[in-house]
């Protein structure tokens, strides 16, 4: 429910993911172990609104959008998009709905296939859409070229004939032409400059506008993720720290990992006076989990409590979620 | 600043590139200098002319197919450009040094961080092994690595990114030189590691009295660690200033343009700005000023002559008579 008290169709939900990568040692692979890369991690995404999913290398961001595309099986918890359970639907049951999930990758110069033009690239996607007339084609084709903002010559031409912003272009075509309702875009705009940038996050706001698509946004770059996004989760070592819509986050963030994010970011527009460092240079490099608050090595507030419990999802504020018992609590701002 | 005598000048520098058919312009007449305990920052996107540049100063440029078309770089004033190898050399590492970008295809993989931070210091200093092994162990300590003794018997492979690029910078400070050139150093780091890194070299700069000439494309860590910023375009430098002056004021359409085309949580709502057209190809550049094609100020002599560096008030300077002459508004 939004605040005009309306119903908003709920894209994508999902409740408690969990994915453990299994540890093997020794020369029979025993399981020594396990890599909790996704744990627990519940949000939802509406139509037409951007979900940010925000965190640094090895957090497991992209394995959720793996586990979310069904590239993995998930070793528990729910996955329901458009409010069906799909997440023990078997390939054969998966086929018709892969079309509503599309991804948009980060290496615009890795994610095309050199051997095939642009438009064979394209029209993959909709001859798996159902098209397949050659006219139906290039009329579709023409379509999402231009909807993409590149000339229809450009279907005939090869990716290396391309910039890595025209390139992106391209990607965002392809995902668009099976016509999903939401798409993953995993660091899109990360190996871009920053006038192309500008120029390819215009276009992913445009089509959310005309075509009403959602977007679970992964990046590590807050400026895009302010500027983007509805809501934003926060994710450190699998598990998600905060989630709050995203003036919610930057005005009052509440768990320590957040204000250390928001205070590693040169020039970004927040509210906080202080400055957090880490007791820690970076996540550990010890593959096994441990009990406990996953940022123990690296939080300044941790207690005894936090390395022994297991830290709830707690509701901090309308909408806004925390795990970390103490900050959560009252809601004051430890840092001031 | 210590004192107002430059420690590094670049005058009117061009590097070309030749091939059968075209030359590339990749740096066009580039000027600026860096002065004692100071950070300059040579910002622009790729293409741009900064890497090249910097190399230029390392005597790093390949040639052929560069060539240094014109121009002098004055480190304490000599011309390193007609140095040779061995007078390069004695300066490469030793009084100016460089961390590049990706520190794990920098660090030689088959090598002990021991064996490579050793090399960096015995290449311009004979010292006994344990003397070497002490101050190798010293610079790791400097550089913030922890249990650095164990460290030094570690390959490149076993740290992590943020580990590696210290080290990088534990190898560039071995002969303590007086100007380290960073290219894009925390690119490829993630954003705490980056502050991490940002908040090292600033220490270690006042610690050692060093300048420090930071290469990037990225205008929030400019933001954080410049004093003074280049902003290059197409091989030329467009504007440059103090850091405050430039990111607040900026003069040069260029920079307007980059500076409106940021994203961040104020502009949600607004569209970004985004610069029409695409970087010239640096073997044809349009005529007049390199980026009058994509300017909304530009005027006609702007399409014909070359324009001139006009100043404004403390060194800050740019290439755009139109916006001097005019005083339009910002973006």
Redesign the interface.
């Known amino acids: 429910m939004n605040e005009n008290g309306s119903q908003n169709t709920i894209i994508l939900q999902v409740g408690n993911l969990k994915k453990y990568f299994p540890i093997r040692r020794g020369f029979f692979q025993k399981i020594t172990g396990w890599v909790r890369a996704v744990e627990n991690v519940s949000f939802q995404i509406d139509r037409a609104k951007t979900l940010g999913l925000v965190g640094?290398?090895g957090c497991g961001k992209t394995t959720v959008a793996r586990l979310i595309l069904k590239l993995l099986a998930a070793d528990g918890g729910q996955i329901l998009f458009n409010g069906q359970d799909i997440t023990q639907l078997d390939e054969k049951e998966m086929k018709p709905l892969r079309k509503e999930i599309q991804i948009i990758f980060q290496d615009p110069y890795g994610s095309l296939n050199p051997r095939m033009t642009v438009g064979q690239s394209i029209a993959e996607g909709l001859n798996i859409a159902g098209i397949h007339s050659r006219s139906q084609q290039e009329q579709r084709l023409e379509k999402l070229l231009k909807m993409v903002g590149m000339s229809p010559a450009s279907s005939d031409r090869f990716p290396h004939e391309f910039?890595g912003g025209q390139r992106q272009r391209v990607g965002i075509a392809r995902a668009l032409s099976v016509e999903p309702a939401l798409i993953i875009c995993d660091e899109p705009v990360s190996a871009l400059?920053?006038?192309i940038?500008?120029?390819i996050?215009?276009l992913l706001?445009d089509l959310q506008h005309q075509l009403q698509l959602s977007y679970l946004f992964i990046s590590?770059?807050?400026?895009?993720v302010?500027?983007?996004c509805d809501m934003v989760a926060v994710m450190y070592k699998g598990q998600i720290m905060e989630y709050a819509p995203?003036?919610a986050l930057?005005d009052h963030p509440i768990h320590p990992y957040t204000h250390?994010?928001l205070?590693?970011?040169?020039?970004?527009?927040r509210n906080i006076d202080t400055e957090m460092h880490?007791t820690a240079?970076?996540p550990g490099?010890t593959l096994k989990s441990q009990d406990g608050c996953s940022f123990q090595d690296r939080c300044p507030l941790v207690e005894n409590r936090c390395r022994h419990d297991l830290i709830e999802f707690e509701q901090a504020g309308p909408d806004h979620r925390v795990r970390c018992w103490k900050t959560a609590r009252d809601g004051s701002d430890p840092f001031f | 600043m210590v004192d107002n005598k430059a420690l590094l000048s670049v005058k009117e520098l061009k590097v070309y590139f030749r091939s059968e058919h075209e030359v590339a312009r990749a740096v066009d007449g580039v000027s600026f200098k860096v002065g004692r305990e100071e950070t300059v920052c040579l910002v622009g996107e790729s293409g741009c002319g900064k890497t090249v540049t910097a190399l230029s100063v390392m005597g790093l440029v390949p040639i052929p197919p560069g060539e240094i078309a014109g121009g002098r770089i004055l480190f304490e004033d000599q011309n390193l450009l007609v140095f040779n190898d061995n007078e390069m050399q004695a300066i490469r590492g030793n009084q100016i040094a460089m961390v590049f970008q990706e520190p794990l295809t920098s660090l030689n993989p088959v090598f002990t961080i021991g064996d490579q931070i050793g090399e960096a210091i015995q290449v311009h200093q004979t010292a006994p092994q344990n003397e070497v092994i002490h101050r190798s162990e010293q610079l790791l300590k400097d550089v913030g690595i922890a249990d650095p003794a164990q460290r030094l018997k570690d390959y490149p492979h076993q740290l992590s990114g943020g580990q590696r690029q210290r080290v990088m910078i534990a190898m560039a400070l071995a002969c303590d030189p007086e100007l380290i050139i960073a290219d894009e150093p925390t690119t490829a780091l993630d954003v705490t590691v980056q502050a991490q890194i940002l908040r090292l070299l600033e220490s270690i700069q006042k610690k050692r009295s060093m300048s420090v000439l930071y290469i990037t494309h990225d205008l929030g860590v400019v933001s954080k660690v410049a004093d003074r910023i280049c902003v290059m375009y197409a091989g030329i430098i467009a504007e440059q200033g103090k850091k405050d002056a430039v990111l607040k004021t900026p003069k040069h359409p260029y920079t307007q343009a980059l500076l409106a085309s940021l994203p961040n949580r104020e502009k949600r709502g607004q569209r970004l700005y985004s610069i029409p057209g695409t970087v010239p190809n640096p073997a044809y550049k349009p005529d007049g000023c390199p980026f009058h094609p994509r300017c909304r100020h530009a005027i006609q002599t702007c399409r014909e002559q070359y324009p001139l560096m006009c100043e404004y008030e403390d060194g800050h300077r740019a290439r755009c008579p139109v916006i001097f002459n005019g005083n339009k508004e910002k973006l």
């Open positions: 640094e290398s910039s400059d920053v006038s940038q500008a120029q996050i215009n706001k590590h770059d807050l400026n895009v302010g500027y983007l995203t003036d930057f250390l994010l205070s590693a970011i040169p020039d970004v527009d880490a240079d970076e490099r």
